[in-house]
Structures are given as structure tokens and as C-alpha cells.
T-cell receptor
Framework: DGGITQSPKYLFRKEGQNVTLSCEQN?????MYWYRQDPGQGLRLIYY???????QKGDIAEGYSVSREKKESFPLTVTSAQKNPTAFYLC?????????????FGPGTRLTVL | AQSVTQLDSQVPVFEEAPVELRCNYS??????LFWYVQYPNQGLQLLLK??????LVESINGFEAEFNKSQTSFHLRKPSVHISDTAEYFC?????????????FGQGTTLQVKP
């Protein structure tokens, strides 16, 4: 089945530690996205990538880093510089240049900083 | 730039009653419009979308939305809700021109269906 997988589903981190969230897709999509979701704030874009080896900052990139070495994978690292990392993180993908921009979402990773 | 406003953060409704979730947007260019649904602790699923043509679009589970260009709105409606419709609903837009593939989301509306 084609889709987007995110792992782990739940992640706990101590303050001061970096942590990496995984996102993999087998939809052959060019573009991938990372969102952060907090109650009452909707989805806020962290980073996005429209092609391998290239990515752009979204609205709230500070304290996060990404890489896009393979078309299928777009891991997100939450660094110790992120002041309030506890949130639900969603990965999405779509066809770059597609006229409709419908995005497909993974099941999410809930990160809790202890 | 685009922005999306969902006017209600929470909408409580009794089972089998009708419901409307409101969405207004602001954009200097024409847009595509989307509604996504999110069940607890899950990702988002596309519910329906307006691309062109008829301004009334329908989903397979009884929801419909109408694009109103003059009022820049894309309200979501269902004539009779079920307990299983309890979820968070997000309205989103994407510009038709100068397209980067990004979506701009509203803050979300939590639909709470009570028995």
C-alpha cells in the first residue's frame, strides 16, 4: 500500500537532547513537508522540500533541522535550541508542480519533553 | 499572501442534527480550497476539495462545501451528523498561480457530536 509512515508514534526526550523524527513515503512524491500542531493553533509549517538535496524554511524553522538525501525520506531533527518542543508533528507529501497541491499526511509523532 | 480563518474553534451538536463549519479566506489571487478531517491522534485526511467548476462539492460520507467567491468563504455542512463525525476539521487554501505546493491552514474547528 502506498502511503506515508512516521516513526515513532510517541517520543519522549529529556531537555537538552536532540531527537530525530522519521518520515518515509512510497508515493513517489517530489515534495515533502513538516508541520507542528499545537492545540488551537492549527498546523504551522516548519520546513519543506520540493526536490532532493534542497529544502526551505517554513514559518517556524528555528530550533529544527532537516535533510533530504533521498526522495522517499525527510527526517526532522528537533534540536536543544527549540524552546518548547512538546507538540504533535505531522509529515506530508505531494507532487511538486501539481496543479492542485493536495497533500497526503502521515499518522504523526507526538513528542513530549520531560 | 493568503490567510484562512475558521470562525468557530468548537462546535457542539447533537447526533442527527445539521451542522455548518465556517471557513473564510483572504487572498489576492485565485485559490484552490480544501477541507481536511483529523480524528484523535491521527494524521489529516482529505475530506473534499474545490478546484473548478460547480461551486458545490461533496464528500462520500455526506459532507458538502460551497465555494462563495464574493464572500471568500468555503463553509462545510452536513444535514445530519453521526457520533463518528466527532473530529477536528481544517480548512486550507493553495494559490492557483505562483504555486509552491504549500497549503495555508486555518486554526481548526473541533466538532463534538453528542448523543
Amino acid at each position: 500500500d502506498g502511503g506515508i509512515t512516521q516513526s515513532p508514534k510517541y517520543l519522549f526526550r529529556k531537555e537538552g537532547q536532540n531527537v530525530t523524527l522519521s518520515c518515509e513515503q512510497n508515493l513517489n512524491h517530489d515534495a515533502m513537508y513538516w508541520y507542528r500542531q499545537d492545540p488551537g493553533q492549527g498546523l504551522r509549517l516548519i520546513y519543506y522540500s520540493q526536490i532532493v538535496n534542497d529544502f526551505q524554511k517554513g514559518d517556524i524553522a528555528e530550533g529544527y533541522s532537516v535533510s533530504r538525501e533521498k526522495k522517499e525520506s525527510f527526517p526532522l531533527t528537533v534540536t536543544s535550541a527549540q524552546k518548547n518542543p512538546t507538540a504533535f508533528y505531522l509529515c506530508a507529501s505531494n507532487l511538486a508542480g501539481g496543479p492542485y497541491n493536495e497533500q497526503f499526511f502521515g499518522p504523526g509523532t507526538r513528542l513530549t519533553v520531560l | 499572501a493568503q490567510s484562512v480563518t475558521q470562525l468557530d474553534s468548537q462546535v457542539p451538536v447533537f447526533e442527527e442534527a445539521p451542522v455548518e463549519l465556517r471557513c473564510n479566506y483572504s487572498s489576492s489571487v485565485s485559490v484552490y480550497l480544501f477541507w481536511y478531517v483529523q480524528y484523535p491522534n491521527q494524521g489529516l485526511q482529505l475530506l473534499l476539495k474545490y478546484l473548478s467548476g460547480s461551486t458545490l462539492v461533496e464528500s462520500i460520507n455526506g459532507f458538502e462545501a460551497e465555494f462563495n467567491k464574493s464572500q471568500t468563504s468555503f463553509h462545510l455542512r452536513k444535514p445530519s451528523v453521526h457520533i463518528s463525525d466527532t473530529a477536528e476539521y481544517f480548512c486550507a487554501v493553495s494559490p492557483r498561480s505562483g504555486n509552491t505546493g504549500k497549503l495555508i491552514f486555518g486554526q481548526g474547528t473541533t466538532l463534538q457530536v453528542k448523543p
